[in-house]
Nanobody, 120 residues
Framework: QVQLVESGGGLVQAGGSLRLSCAAS????????MGWYRQAPGKQRELVAR???????NYADSVKGRFTISRDNAKNTVYLQMNSLKPEDTAVYYC??????????????WGQGSQVTVSS
């Protein structure tokens, strides 16, 4: 069984920083893409950032220059460093692993979600 366990959410003032971590556990051979998504109340889930196994990254325009995604392939872990946080960054943040080779098939997995609240 593959599980994604997130940590690092919380409450921070505007302008502050938080770092999210997400570790994938299980008998994983490889993970193609790991990413972070967020969902604010009343809004659809949106992509925040993603990173391939080779290190290529993509960011939502709203977080470019403020957030940095990174991963440790040996630990099957992805990180999201969030700086200069704004109240509009408040959301539940979800970790995702896309293209996980597990038990003979490619699969996607999601973390449980971490609340990030930015106060003004």
């Amino acid at each position: 069984q593959v599980q994604l366990v997130e940590s690092g959410g919380g409450l921070v003032q505007a302008g502050g920083s938080l770092r999210l971590s997400c570790a994938a556990s299980g008998s994983i051979f490889s993970i193609n893409v790991m990413g972070w998504y967020r969902q604010a109340p009343g809004k659809q889930r949106e992509l925040v950032a993603r990173i391939t196994s080779s290190g290529s990254t993509n960011y939502a325009d709203s977080v470019k220059g403020r957030f940095t995604i990174s991963r440790d392939n040996a630990k099957n872990t992805v990180y999201l460093q969030m700086n200069s946080l704004k109240p509009e960054d408040t959301a539940v943040y979800y970790c995702a692993a896309h293209g996980v080779w597990y038990e003979g098939a490619w699969r996607d997995y999601w973390g449980q979600g971490s609340q990030v609240t930015v106060s003004s």
